[in-house]
T-cell receptor
Framework: AQKVTQAQTEISVVEKEDVTLDCVYETRDTTYYLFWYKQPPSGELVFLIRRNSFDEQNEISGRYSWNFQKSTSSFNFTITASQVVDSAVYFCALIVYNAGGTSYGKLTFGQGTILTVHP | DADVTQTPRNRITKTGKRIMLECSQTKGHDRMYWYRQDPGLGLRLIYYSFDVKDINKGEISDGYSVSRQAQAKFSLSLESAIPNQTALYFC????????????????FGEGSWLTVV
């Protein structure tokens, strides 16, 4: 079975601070994808990034960066110079694949981290 | 316009009533999913479909049924709604082509808020 843990339930920062959201995952499968989604107050789930288990390169997209480390089963997300519009719930998620590359169709989500950025 | 469209976006219904949530997508993806989100429980998979003739139960399918009317349409029904089915429901899609840039990424609709009273 898979498990995703986001230990930080809530984080509160002041605008322009950097903030890191932690994600630790558990799986025995060797082929999997990790995701981060953003859920703003309006409720929709917005895809931010996908990373496969064979690609440990870190990625930067504007103010967002992600650090994937298989050795510690972590996929952390950092927002640099946070803004009020970053206030949302952020979910880390995992999906596994069998040897044939077919997914089991089930995203395992963490419980989410509520990020509040104050002006 | 959204690539994954859910209707209705909000619905209040009474216990025992039948309710259908509809989902349509313009992404051309072969796979579609229904998830439900509850406070403190995160998102849980209700049903998923890898193509029109392939429908599978997820972890919480009891009390729900689905229909994949076409590749682009996947509806979720509550035959006899009960209050503990009050939740935010998400339809999602993904592309099974692993080699594509978007392959295996799951994209979500805007969600449907359902309240059963």
């Amino acid at each position: 079975a898979q498990k995703v843990t986001q230990a930080q339930t809530e984080i509160s920062v002041v605008e322009k601070e950097d903030v890191t959201l932690d994600c630790v995952y558990e799986t025995r499968d060797t082929t999997y994808y990790l995701f981060w989604y953003k859920q703003p107050p309006s409720g929709e789930l917005v895809f931010l990034i996908r990373r496969n288990s064979f690609d440990e390169q870190n990625e930067i997209s504007g103010r967002y960066s992600w650090n994937f480390q298989k050795s510690t089963s972590s996929f952390n997300f950092t927002i640099t110079a946070s803004q009020v519009v970053d206030s949302a719930v952020y979910f880390c998620a995992l999906i596994v694949y069998n040897a044939g590359g077919t997914s089991y169709g089930k995203l395992t989500f963490g419980q989410g981290t509520i990020l509040t950025v104050h002006p | 316009d959204a690539d994954v469209t859910q209707t209705p976006r909000n619905r209040i219904t009474k216990t025992g009533k039948r309710i259908m949530l509809e989902c349509s997508q313009t992404k051309g993806h072969d796979r579609m999913y229904w998830y439900r989100q509850d406070p403190g429980l995160g998102l849980r998979l209700i049903y998923y479909s890898f193509d029109v003739k392939d429908i599978n139960k997820g972890e919480i399918s009891d009390g729900y049924s689905v229909s994949r009317q076409a590749q682009a349409k996947f509806s979720l029904s509550l035959e006899s709604a009960i209050p503990n089915q009050t939740a935010l429901y998400f339809c999602a899609t993904s592309d099974s082509q692993a080699g594509s840039l978007s392959g295996n990424t799951i994209y979500f609709g805007e969600g449907s808020w359902l309240t059963v009273v």
